[in-house]
């Protein structure tokens, strides 16, 4: 029986595109040999990179706009690093909503001033700071879109008219955004659009070349830019795999389609955190993410009647991160509606047993 899975990454992926996938690594498009055996420089690889390169920028809006789309490798975090390396010649602010922003701050501080402009640690980061000042000389400004960790997420981004950065890692493609806000983007492709394996860099053309450093060439937006992406061996399977899911969301109706479906899965799962009084949310509700609802149950002696329940109902990957207990659902842009619901119910019935 497939599990329903919650877990917060590596994601959820579509059944046709684990299906396609699958059939690719035995035999790519009937060329006789296997995706994860061709050259990176076939016609058949180099082809699979420019759609998956296009369909970033044309699912984001910044078809035209000045923008090129990267698939890389390292993760999030080497974008810590990456960015820092490539924008940050003085001075640059961070906004402190948790673990992977605290991360990014620590490599950050490797190359130049770091200003926290805004923090929610005191509370434990149940929240996203709100109504803080930003200086104007700052190389740029860095957010972290979603924290999985905490369950929050912003809502509204702050205007600036300095360089916005954004860490998309467990939302891109999940919700509508005005994306030419941002000068860059970046987002691990294990949270909400493929395997683990690369990430997806949206950076704006014009933000390149800035700083007076020389950055070594596979830490170089700019070298990457200039070779199509293909500077050293692409992760030839995780870029396929993204490229599937982004057709698949593509073919679903975009961001617009995808975000009606994930509005309705947080709002079922919402309600009945907030209608029945064994559980609590943790997240502070204006804040509280579409993507990872996290929550505690109220009543100890419940737990483990719980977990039975979700074991016995093949939920995976529920259980919250070690920093902050209690539990988690990651409702990622492939994890269907029914299993959603399939949790809510088990909740609903736990109410019943308490």
Known sequence: MKKHNF???PCILPAEVMQKASEAVIELD???LSLIEISHRSKEFVGIMEKARALALELLGLEGKGYQALFLQGGASMQFLMTAYNFLDKKAGYVNTGTWSQKA???ARLFGDIVEVASSQKDNFNHIPKGFDIPSDLDYLHLTSNNTIYGTQYKKFP???VPLVCDMSSDIFSRQ???SQFDLIYAGAQ????PAGTTLVVVKEDILGKVSRKIPSMLDYSVHVAKDSMFNTPPVFAVYVSMLTMQWLKDLGGIPAIEEINERKANLIYSEIELNPVFSGIAAKEDRSN???TFNITDDELKDVFDEMCKEAGINGINGHRSVGGYRASMYNALPMESVGVLVDIMSELEKKG
């Open 7 to 9: 877990s917060a990454g």
């Open 159 to 161: 205007k600036t008219d």
């Open 191 to 194: 949270k909400n659009m493929g």
């Open 30 to 32: 009937g060329i006789g």
């Open 105 to 107: 701050i620590k490599e």
């Open 291 to 293: 993507m990872n609802a």
């Open 177 to 179: 955004l005005d994306f």
